[in-house]
C-alpha cells in the first residue's frame, strides 16, 4: 500500500483538541477518535487494496485503535506522519497476512 499525502488539515483538527486535553488520557484518545477524520482518510485512500485483503472498515479501525499513540505522536511532532502510516501497514501485513494453499498443508 502506498503511503498517501500528510493530511494536513486533519492534522491540525486532531491537534487543537488534543491541545485542551492536558495530560488526559481519554480526552485524548477521544480527540484523536473525534468524527473518525483519520481513519476515514485512510480508508478513502486504501479502501480497494483492503478490500481485496478481506479488511472492513471495522478491520481497518481495529488496527487504528492500537496506534492512537503513534497518531498523538505524529500530530504533536514527534514522529512523521510516514513513520506512523508504515507502521499500520505493517500491522495491517501482519493481520491480514495472505496465504497460500501451502500454509496449510
Partial sequence: MEIPPE????KEAILQRVKLC??????????????????????SHWRNQLIGRGVSWQGLLSVFRDHINEVVKWVMG???????????????????????ITDYL
Fill in 7 to 10: 493530511p494536513l488539515d486533519i
Fill in 22 to 43: 492536558g495530560s488526559d488520557d481519554a480526552c485524548i484518545r477521544m480527540a484523536v477518535w473525534f468524527g473518525n477524520q483519520l481513519p476515514a482518510y485512510l480508508w
Fill in 78 to 100: 514527534q514522529a512523521s506522519w510516514r513513520e506512523f502510516v508504515v507502521s499500520m501497514i505493517n500491522d495491517i501485513d501482519n493481520r491480514y497476512k495472505t496465504r497460500s
